[in-house]
């Protein structure tokens, strides 16, 4: 019932908020009467803060057109490599005309990076592709909303998380001869478990994993967060968060935990920040300061926009990281997409070397929670190991920023160039190329 109320409520504001924009629009024109009042812009400030306030956030694009390569600009095509009911595999690809530019780009490392999915898009970690694309191939998971899915493509669970990141992992590995993996925040759990399932089976692994701000040991200086995911049962949240997709989306009648109360939950966290933060755009759209007025929007277009989670994922997810440490326990069994149960051993994995970030002033995963990593991990040697506090750095410091471009993102290329071997395979374009001269002649110009 509270989410058909929220979505009333949203749909009676919604004119309110597109009223109060075409007001700014109007006090904001010096051409028109209303413009040219003398506490116009104090006025337009507050119908523009209104409607930002009332809006409601779509899923932002990630918008990279180009990346600069050593003075050179690369276009950048975004398109989808492989879909799944839940998630899509995005590719950002690279185009150049400079030969020498081209030529460095294909020897590049091929990366999949694993995205969040708790609360925001994948477009979070825009900084992240984007710093990324200079050195490497770039992937990424983009979840899809829960509400969007219907019911017809079944449920989701923990389980199907893991299975999507080994289907991911072999993709790249059959393009590529192999990848390299990183995860930023609540993907490293299913990350390991995925690259310990491949090992413990003897499947071909990733060269290396980035494990960057994850709660791989959520005991370890429990946060906030963690805290309420420790404190509160099981069936507290199945009946607290958990609802159904009304009826007017494509998903209706899926349990899920609603990206509303996600997005409540944040602001919770800090309210007082985000209440300054309003008032001081309001004061920059006073003063005619447009480029923190615009830094305002980016950051807010981003974090307002969020998702719904499968109500099966979100459950279990709460169950085995945080209140039964599985996974550092040895206790977490996986169905795989036979149906079968596997037990998740991180101690099978050999061969891929291994980096775990952190960040000195993360209030999201405490200090200790990712480095953990390297005590399951026992079978991977310890020359193949690294760890990397980022001083001075939060949860989101450590994969967007000054402080991730300049402290850890030199860190991660180094390591995985360092482990990088050559590839099998010039990448998906090339296993067209023999037939078509046309796209021969396309793919030379594309890594």
Same mark, same amino acid.
């Given at each position: 019932?509270?989410?058909?109320?929220?979505?009333?409520?949203?749909?009676?504001?919604?004119?309110?908020?597109?009223?109060?924009?075409?007001?700014?629009? =109007?006090?904001?024109?010096?051409?028109?009467?209303?413009?040219?009042?003398?506490?116009?812009?104090? /006025?337009?400030?507050?119908?523009?803060?209104?409607?930002?306030?009332?809006?409601?956030?779509?899923?932002? @694009?990630?918008?990279?057109?180009?990346?600069?390569?050593?003075?050179?600009?690369?276009?950048?095509?975004?398109? /989808?490599?492989?879909?799944?009911?839940?998630?899509?595999?995005?590719?950002?690809?690279?185009?150049?005309?400079?030969?020498?530019?081209?030529?460095?780009?294909?020897? %590049?490392?091929?990366?999949?990076?694993? =995205?969040?999915?708790?609360?925001?898009?994948?477009?979070?970690?825009?900084?992240?592709?984007?710093?990324?694309?200079?050195?490497?191939?770039?992937?990424?998971?983009?979840?899809?909303?829960?509400?969007?899915?219907?019911?017809?493509?079944?449920?989701?669970?923990?389980?199907?998380?893991?299975?999507?990141?080994?289907?991911?992992?072999?993709?790249?590995?059959?393009?590529?001869?192999?990848?390299?993996?990183?995860? /930023?925040?609540?993907?490293?759990?299913? /990350?390991?478990?995925?690259?310990?399932?491949?090992?413990?089976?003897?499947?071909?692994?990733?060269?290396?994993?980035?494990?960057?701000?994850?709660?791989?040991?959520?005991?370890? &200086?429990?946060?906030?967060?963690?805290?309420?995911?420790?404190?509160?049962?099981?069936?507290? $949240?199945?009946?607290?968060?958990?609802?159904?997709?009304?009826?007017?989306?494509?998903?209706?009648?899926?349990?899920?935990?609603?990206?509303?109360? %996600?997005?409540?939950?944040?602001?919770?966290?800090?309210?007082?920040?985000? =209440? +300054?933060?309003?008032?001081?755009? $309001?004061?920059?759209?006073?003063?005619?300061?447009?480029?923190?007025?615009?830094?305002?929007?980016?950051?807010?277009?981003?974090?307002?926009?969020?998702?719904?989670?499968?109500?099966?994922?979100?459950? @279990?997810?709460?169950?085995?990281? $945080?209140?039964?440490?599985?996974?550092? %326990?040895?206790?977490?069994?996986?169905?795989?997409?036979?149906?079968?149960?596997?037990?998740?051993?991180? %101690?099978?994995?050999?061969?891929? =070397?291994?980096?775990?970030?952190?960040?000195?002033?993360?209030?999201?995963?405490?200090?200790?929670?990712? @480095?953990?990593?390297?005590?399951?991990?026992?079978?991977?040697?310890?020359?193949?190991?690294?760890?990397?506090?980022?001083?001075?750095?939060?949860?989101?410091?450590?994969?967007?920023?000054?402080?991730?471009?300049?402290?850890?993102?030199?860190?991660?290329?180094?390591?995985?160039?360092?482990?990088?071997?050559?590839?099998?395979? &010039?990448?998906?374009?090339?296993?067209?190329?023999?037939?078509?001269?046309?796209?021969?002649?396309?793919?030379? +110009?594309?890594?």
């Amino acid at each position: 019932m509270l989410y058909q109320l929220y979505e009333s409520q949203r749909t009676l504001m919604e004119p309110f908020s597109d009223l109060a924009q075409t007001a700014a629009k =109007a006090f904001n024109n010096p051409l028109l009467p209303w413009g040219q009042l003398p506490f116009a812009q104090r /006025v337009a400030a507050g119908y523009d803060l209104m409607h930002r306030l009332g809006k409601d956030y779509e899923k932002p @694009e990630f918008g990279i057109r180009t990346v600069g390569v050593d003075g050179v600009n690369v276009a950048i095509h975004e398109r /989808v490599e492989m879909s799944k009911p839940f998630c899509e595999l995005r590719r950002f690809k690279r185009f150049s005309d400079d030969p020498a530019t081209l030529t460095k780009l294909k020897g %590049q490392p091929v990366v999949l990076i694993v =995205a969040p999915l708790s609360g925001h898009y994948a477009t979070l970690l825009r900084d992240t592709v984007r710093t990324m694309l200079k050195d490497h191939k770039v992937y990424i998971t983009d979840w899809k909303n829960a509400r969007l899915v219907p019911l017809s493509e079944g449920e989701f669970h923990l389980d199907d998380y893991v299975n999507y990141v080994q289907d991911f992992i072999r993709y790249l590995q059959q393009a590529y001869g192999n990848c390299h993996v990183m995860s /930023v925040c609540q993907p490293t759990v299913p /990350v390991l478990a995925a690259v310990s399932l491949m090992a413990s089976r003897g499947e071909k692994t990733p060269l290396t994993m980035t494990m960057m701000g994850g709660p791989i040991d959520a005991r370890k &200086s429990p946060t906030a967060v963690n805290n309420l995911a420790m404190n509160k049962s099981h069936s507290w $949240f199945e009946h607290n968060v958990i609802y159904r997709v009304p009826s007017n989306f494509p998903g209706a009648g899926r349990r899920v935990y609603p990206g509303f109360m %996600q997005h409540a939950g944040f602001v919770a966290m800090n309210p007082d920040h985000h =209440a +300054k933060s309003h008032y001081d755009y $309001f004061q920059h759209l006073i003063k005619g300061d447009d480029a923190s007025a615009e830094a305002h929007r980016q950051f807010y277009d981003e974090y307002n926009a969020v998702l719904d989670m499968d109500a099966d994922y979100y459950l @279990e997810t709460i169950k085995t990281v $945080f209140q039964d440490f599985s996974l550092v %326990q040895g206790t977490w069994d996986v169905k795989n997409a036979q149906g079968q149960l596997e037990r998740v051993k991180p %101690q099978d994995i050999k061969t891929t =070397a291994l980096l775990s970030v952190e960040g000195e002033l993360d209030d999201i995963s405490g200090s200790g929670q990712t @480095e953990a990593v390297h005590t399951i991990c026992q079978g991977v040697p310890k020359q193949l190991q690294r760890h990397l506090e980022a001083k001075g750095a939060g949860h989101y410091g450590i994969f967007s920023g000054r402080r991730w471009r300049e402290i850890v993102y030199p860190a991660v290329k180094a390591f995985i160039l360092e482990h990088n071997k050559p590839l099998a395979a &010039s990448g998906p374009a090339s296993r067209t190329s023999a037939k078509k001269p046309a796209v021969r002649k396309a793919a030379a +110009k594309a890594a």
